[in-house]
T-cell receptor
Framework: AQSVAQPEDQVNVAEGNPLTVKCTYS??????LFWYVQYPNRGLQFLLK??????LVKGSYGFEAEFNKSQTSFHLKKPSALVSDSALYFC????????????????FGQGTILTVHP | EPEVTQTPSHQVTQMGQEVILRCVPI?????FYWYRQILGQKVEFLVS????????KSEIFDDQFSVERPDGSNFTLKIRSTKLEDSAMYFC????????????FGQGTRLTVV
């Protein structure tokens, strides 16, 4: 069974400071990893993904994430936080193994509320 | 930019009533999903759908739930007899097909069962 853990329910940072939102995962095969952001009363918006290749992936709005296979982690980072980054962030994993009719479900972490203070 | 659209945005229903949640996935996508998020909890997988049949379903997706793609564009989730615990935000998602592609989510339907 696949699982995702986001160990921090909340992360608070000051505007202009770097931010990190942590994620660790467990999957039987090679992982496909995703970060999504959810603003109030909105759906889930895709930020970035790791499929293969370079361990550092860059995504929307200046976010990046580093895949670490040995630590089974995929932490989300941004060098300089903005107040507008305040939202709920979800890490998700999908097993890369083709199951015959689908690549399988996304399994989400419980989410981390990011608050960026002016 | 293409997007997944869901209707209605909010539905209130009485316990025991049937509800149908509607979704229009992105037009060239092949795989369709329903997820739900109970208030304050994580997003949970319900069901995936490909080639007009269910590919995978979770233990949550019992006989009270059904999905169909009636006309090649809409993708619906039906709950036959709603329970209080079905109250949640329901998200529809679609992907082009390869496992490495990201899922695009709709804005969600908030279902409130009273």
């Amino acid at each position: 069974a696949q699982s995702v853990a986001q160990p921090e329910d909340q992360v608070n940072v000051a505007e202009g400071n770097p931010l990190t939102v942590k994620c660790t995962y467990s999957v039987s095969g090679n992982p496909y990893l995703f970060w999504y952001v959810q603003y109030p009363n909105r759906g889930l918006q895709f930020l970035l993904k790791y499929i293969t290749g370079d361990n550092l992936v860059k995504g929307s709005y200046g976010f990046e994430a580093e895949f670490n296979k040995s630590q089974t982690s995929f932490h989300l980072k941004k060098p300089s936080a903005l107040v507008s980054d305040s939202a709920l962030y979800f890490c998700a994993v999908r097993d890369s193994f083709w199951k015959g009719t689908s690549y399988g479900k996304l399994t989400f972490g419980q989410g981390t509320i990011l608050t960026v203070h002016p | 930019e293409p997007e997944v659209t869901q209707t209605p945005s909010h539905q209130v229903t009485q316990m025991g009533q049937e509800v149908i949640l509607r979704c229009v996935p992105i037009s060239n996508h092949l795989y369709f999903y329903w997820y739900r998020q109970i208030l304050g909890q994580k997003v949970e997988f319900l069901v995936s759908f490909y080639n007009n049949e269910i590919s995978e379903k979770s233990e949550i997706f019992d006989d009270q739930f059904s999905v169909e793609r009636p006309d090649g564009s809409n993708f619906t989730l039906k709950i036959r007899s709603t329970k209080l615990e079905d109250s949640a935000m329901y998200f529809c998602a679609s992907t082009q097909g390869t496992g490495g592609t990201e899922a695009f989510f709709g804005q969600g339907t908030r279902l409130t069962v009273v």
